[in-house]
């Protein structure tokens, strides 16, 4: 029996769905798409997550109140008279040894809380799990808090807390975060690192005691954020072992932990990292922490990235139109605007079947390079003498939408904004920081920096047609003090930014964004509440994206990952490759061009348009499919593809990424089918290297071949001997 307070949790809405969510005692049951969520709302404490990982199945009230018996810690020697288990919000006054949730003071006083529940509301929710929140007051240290949980449909779980000073005076947040429990058979940590134009590369480690912290100072989400921190069982893969992932959705400073302490007890926590006195709350002030998610699955990485796919599908806001072909200016033009050049590129860009052209950097006044402009969001008239209308109505004349580039945030010092408002720029004290792409950043935080901000984007997108806005970003955040003492201002910053994308989504309903931040520096769950694709990164050398697209797939879905063709060579890495396996790459996202098509020979066009006419044939399987990547590959190679949700159909690309030890990549396995429905398996043109096509020597592949899910996971097909940048596609449809 549970010794707390057995009266029922209030709850707040109708009856629940059946296996959604069980209220019992004081014990909530939550469950969806094969997820528990077992939590244990005491009267004296904030809650203890008791159980999150595998359905346990519908349980009486008994068996819950036993669960939480049989959880409770054991004593050991020179323990605590009763030890305690790991809180929501971890408590010091709890004898909680590890990072705490909330740090912060009053003037020295109340640093240390004993938050106590004061009201607790239940929702389940119709389409599985459900949501629960707890008000909690500390009346001594004089703080309100409210701790929201949430399972979601997606077997995705999140949660977030809001501080309120009850108090008469200041107190000031010092760090606030959230922690979900994970247990011992958790034996390895695995999450990513990055820098500019290699972002996403993973990294793995034994979990041992102590903590592995992963802090953001930048004042954007980082080439370098973990995007997921994983703990999981020994040898967790693609898709092999259990696993229990977080991701702090946040777009300006943050923190992602995995702390375990020497009583066993493991932790994975995040939340915003605030600067000394970014947050002081007046009285009656409140700050809310960013939501931080946690994903669950016995699947491996595959299974926590289809919970967050199947999350940010079900958005009512997920773009639901067939994701365009772009072709975007930047590495075909760069500065070079010409009305001439663009408007023939634009026509390159129609013939091949592209369906939307974004004009990138270099449009407004001042800016025919990197140096300059930054902030005067005017046309420049010296440049486009009738405005963009030539170009605009050009572009639409031939069928395609049009897209913007702008950096809204930054100002270059020479700029007609920077020479007017100097006090419109972040810094510190009377130095100006260090500068970086020879810009600064502009105080959003400012109300009078922001509203010019929004009436000059606003300007634009009233005066042309515009469907897309590319939305630039491109340096960290240094000494980034707001208003007149300078106080750090990341925080307001960040929020200020949000509130920028949805007021100009407000007054400009069909326009997307583009979350583009020197490539994938801002890719984070929070911005894309506000923003329609993330440009992952600024290498489109295909050998790099292989990996930086694999990676990014961890959280997100290919409709929302930007990926185009570029140039060969590459003009990051002066790497060459075949358009085949530039286009190959591209193709397993939101596909789009960037080089200069009006220099491409008529057979490499012909062959980017089959490309284009494949990815509008079949995106819709990519944009709705299951992720799949398969483990135990040889290191040279990469097999990843997406499987329709009902696994009638299935598209897989095997990509010879280096030079193996051995010559042909053998046997290679297809899973994630259907394993007792029968396949097709047929290579898909024009998705194989010339070199490969026909199956020389491989007679199955020009013939294909019927085997059933089963034998294509544990068998699999013996794929052609290929070459490094090679690659080969291989459709697998239901028989
Ligand atoms: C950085 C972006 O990532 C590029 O794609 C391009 O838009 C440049 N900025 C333009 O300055």
Redesign the pocket.
């Given at each position: 029996m549970t010794q707390h307070d057995p009266t029922p949790l209030a709850s707040t809405d109708g009856p629940a769905a059946a296996g959604s969510g069980a209220v019992a005692g004081r014990t909530l049951h939550l469950r969806a798409a094969g997820v528990s969520l077992v939590v244990d709302v005491p009267t004296t404490s904030v809650p203890v997550v008791v159980h999150w990982g595998a359905d346990l199945g519908d349980l009486s009230e008994r068996q819950l109140d036993d669960l939480v018996a049989s959880g409770r810690p054991a004593r050991s020697n020179n323990d605590l008279d009763v030890p305690q288990p790991a809180r929501l919000l971890p408590e010091t006054s709890w004898g909680w040894s590890g990072r705490p949730g909330l740090s912060g003071h009053r003037a020295g006083a109340a640093w240390s809380t004993r938050f106590v529940p004061t009201a607790v509301h239940v929702e389940t929710g119709t389409g599985g799990g459900g949501r629960l929140q707890v008000d909690c007051a500390d009346g001594t240290a004089g703080l309100g808090l409210v701790l929201e949980l949430e399972l979601l449909p997606s077997g995705l779980l999140r949660h977030r807390a809001t501080v309120t000073n009850t108090g008469a005076d200041g107190y000031e947040v010092a760090d606030l975060a959230l922690s979900l429990p994970v247990p011992v058979v958790a034996t390895e940590v695995f999450d990513l690192a990055g820098r500019w134009a290699k972002e996403r590369i993973p990294q793995r480690r034994p979990l041992t005691f102590g903590a592995h912290v992963r802090e953001n100072r930048r004042g954007r989400t980082g080439p370098d954020a973990p995007l997921v921190l994983a703990v999981g069982t020994e040898g967790f893969g693609f898709r092999r072992g259990e696993v229990w992932a977080q991701h702090t959705a946040f777009s300006g400073n943050h923190r992602s932990v995995v702390e375990r302490l020497n009583s066993g007890t493991t932790t994975l926590s995040g939340g915003e990292l605030l600067l000394p006195g970014e947050v002081l709350l007046a009285a009656g002030e409140s700050y809310r922490s960013p939501w931080v998610f946690g994903a669950w699955s016995d699947a491996g990485l595959d299974g926590i990235a289809a919970r967050f796919h199947e999350h940010l599908r079900a958005r009512p806001h997920h773009p639901g139109s067939p994701r365009p072909v772009v072709v975007?200016t930047?590495e075909a033009v760069y500065f070079d605007l010409d009305l001439d050049k663009l408007l023939e590129l634009a026509r390159a860009a129609a013939e091949v079947g592209a369906e939307r052209y974004v004009l990138?950097?270099g449009w407004f006044r001042h800016r025919r390079s990197?140096d300059a402009g930054l902030g005067d969001w005017y046309v420049d008239e010296g440049v486009w003498p009738q405005g963009l209308h030539p170009l605009v109505d050009g572009v639409r004349a031939l069928g395609l939408q049009f897209g913007l580039?702008v950096?809204p945030e930054m100002v270059n010092p020479d700029s007609d904004l920077a020479r007017a408002h100097p006090d419109w720029i972040l810094r510190s004290g009377d130095r100006l920081p260090l500068e970086s792409r020879q810009q600064q950043v502009l105080d959003l935080g400012n109300p009078d920096a922001y509203a010019y901000v929004l009436e000059r984007l606003d300007a634009v997108l009233s005066e042309y047609e515009i469907s897309y806005l590319?939305w630039?970003h491109?340096r960290d955040l240094v000494e980034a003090g707001s208003g007149p003492v300078r106080a750090p201002g990341v925080h307001a910053q960040t929020l200020a930014v949000y509130r920028l994308f949805d007021e100009l989504r407000r007054r400009h309903p069909g326009v997307e964004i583009e979350s583009?931040?020197?490539?994938g520096l801002r890719v984070d769950l929070e911005v894309l509440e506000h923003t329609d694709r993330v440009?992952a990164s600024?290498c489109i050398d295909p050998l790099e994206r292989q990996d930086i697209q694999r990676w990014t797939l961890q959280l997100l879905p290919p409709e929302l990952i930007g990926s185009h063709v570029g140039a060969s060579p590459s003009h990051t890495t002066h790497r060459s490759s075949d358009l085949s396996f530039r286009a190959g790459t591209a193709f397993f996202a939101s596909f789009g061009i960037e080089t200069d098509l009006t220099r491409l020979s008529a057979d490499e066009r012909e062959e980017l348009a089959r490309w284009v006419t494949l990815y509008k044939d079949v995106r819709g399987l990519l944009h709705t499919g299951t992720l799949v990547r398969a483990d135990d590959v040889d290191p040279s190679f990469r097999v990843h593809g997406t499987v329709a949700p009902d696994g009638s159909d299935a598209l897989f690309a095997v990509v010879q990424t280096g030079t193996p030890d051995g010559s042909v990549p053998g046997r290679v396995r297809l899973p994630g089918l259907l394993p007792q429905a029968e396949y097709e398996v047929t290579a898909q043109e024009p998705g194989h290297d010339p070199a490969v096509r026909g199956g020389r020597d491989l007679p199955w592949l020009a013939s294909g071949v019927r085997l059933t899910g089963r034998a294509l996971e544990a068998a699999g097909v013996v794929a052609p001997a290929m070459q490094p940048q090679q690659l080969l596609l291989l459709r697998v449809r239901r028989a």
């Amino acid at each position: 029996m549970t010794q707390h307070d057995p009266t029922p949790l209030a709850s707040t809405d109708g009856p629940a769905a059946a296996g959604s969510g069980a209220v019992a005692g004081r014990t909530l049951h939550l469950r969806a798409a094969g997820v528990s969520l077992v939590v244990d709302v005491p009267t004296t404490s904030v809650p203890v997550v008791v159980h999150w990982g595998a359905d346990l199945g519908d349980l009486s009230e008994r068996q819950l109140d036993d669960l939480v018996a049989s959880g409770r810690p054991a004593r050991s020697n020179n323990d605590l008279d009763v030890p305690q288990p790991a809180r929501l919000l971890p408590e010091t006054s709890w004898g909680w040894s590890g990072r705490p949730g909330l740090s912060g003071h009053r003037a020295g006083a109340a640093w240390s809380t004993r938050f106590v529940p004061t009201a607790v509301h239940v929702e389940t929710g119709t389409g599985g799990g459900g949501r629960l929140q707890v008000d909690c007051a500390d009346g001594t240290a004089g703080l309100g808090l409210v701790l929201e949980l949430e399972l979601l449909p997606s077997g995705l779980l999140r949660h977030r807390a809001t501080v309120t000073n009850t108090g008469a005076d200041g107190y000031e947040v010092a760090d606030l975060a959230l922690s979900l429990p994970v247990p011992v058979v958790a034996t390895e940590v695995f999450d990513l690192a990055g820098r500019w134009a290699k972002e996403r590369i993973p990294q793995r480690r034994p979990l041992t005691f102590g903590a592995h912290v992963r802090e953001n100072r930048r004042g954007r989400t980082g080439p370098d954020a973990p995007l997921v921190l994983a703990v999981g069982t020994e040898g967790f893969g693609f898709r092999r072992g259990e696993v229990w992932a977080q991701h702090t959705a946040f777009s300006g400073n943050h923190r992602s932990v995995v702390e375990r302490l020497n009583s066993g007890t493991t932790t994975l926590s995040g939340g915003e990292l605030l600067l000394p006195g970014e947050v002081l709350l007046a009285a009656g002030e409140s700050y809310r922490s960013p939501w931080v998610f946690g994903a669950w699955s016995d699947a491996g990485l595959d299974g926590i990235a289809a919970r967050f796919h199947e999350h940010l599908r079900a958005r009512p806001h997920h773009p639901g139109s067939p994701r365009p072909v772009v072709v975007n200016t930047w590495e075909a033009v760069y500065f070079d605007l010409d009305l001439d050049k663009l408007l023939e590129l634009a026509r390159a860009a129609a013939e091949v079947g592209a369906e939307r052209y974004v004009l990138d950097d270099g449009w407004f006044r001042h800016r025919r390079s990197d140096d300059a402009g930054l902030g005067d969001w005017y046309v420049d008239e010296g440049v486009w003498p009738q405005g963009l209308h030539p170009l605009v109505d050009g572009v639409r004349a031939l069928g395609l939408q049009f897209g913007l580039w702008v950096e809204p945030e930054m100002v270059n010092p020479d700029s007609d904004l920077a020479r007017a408002h100097p006090d419109w720029i972040l810094r510190s004290g009377d130095r100006l920081p260090l500068e970086s792409r020879q810009q600064q950043v502009l105080d959003l935080g400012n109300p009078d920096a922001y509203a010019y901000v929004l009436e000059r984007l606003d300007a634009v997108l009233s005066e042309y047609e515009i469907s897309y806005l590319k939305w630039d970003h491109n340096r960290d955040l240094v000494e980034a003090g707001s208003g007149p003492v300078r106080a750090p201002g990341v925080h307001a910053q960040t929020l200020a930014v949000y509130r920028l994308f949805d007021e100009l989504r407000r007054r400009h309903p069909g326009v997307e964004i583009e979350s583009c931040s020197s490539g994938g520096l801002r890719v984070d769950l929070e911005v894309l509440e506000h923003t329609d694709r993330v440009w992952a990164s600024d290498c489109i050398d295909p050998l790099e994206r292989q990996d930086i697209q694999r990676w990014t797939l961890q959280l997100l879905p290919p409709e929302l990952i930007g990926s185009h063709v570029g140039a060969s060579p590459s003009h990051t890495t002066h790497r060459s490759s075949d358009l085949s396996f530039r286009a190959g790459t591209a193709f397993f996202a939101s596909f789009g061009i960037e080089t200069d098509l009006t220099r491409l020979s008529a057979d490499e066009r012909e062959e980017l348009a089959r490309w284009v006419t494949l990815y509008k044939d079949v995106r819709g399987l990519l944009h709705t499919g299951t992720l799949v990547r398969a483990d135990d590959v040889d290191p040279s190679f990469r097999v990843h593809g997406t499987v329709a949700p009902d696994g009638s159909d299935a598209l897989f690309a095997v990509v010879q990424t280096g030079t193996p030890d051995g010559s042909v990549p053998g046997r290679v396995r297809l899973p994630g089918l259907l394993p007792q429905a029968e396949y097709e398996v047929t290579a898909q043109e024009p998705g194989h290297d010339p070199a490969v096509r026909g199956g020389r020597d491989l007679p199955w592949l020009a013939s294909g071949v019927r085997l059933t899910g089963r034998a294509l996971e544990a068998a699999g097909v013996v794929a052609p001997a290929m070459q490094p940048q090679q690659l080969l596609l291989l459709r697998v449809r239901r028989a």
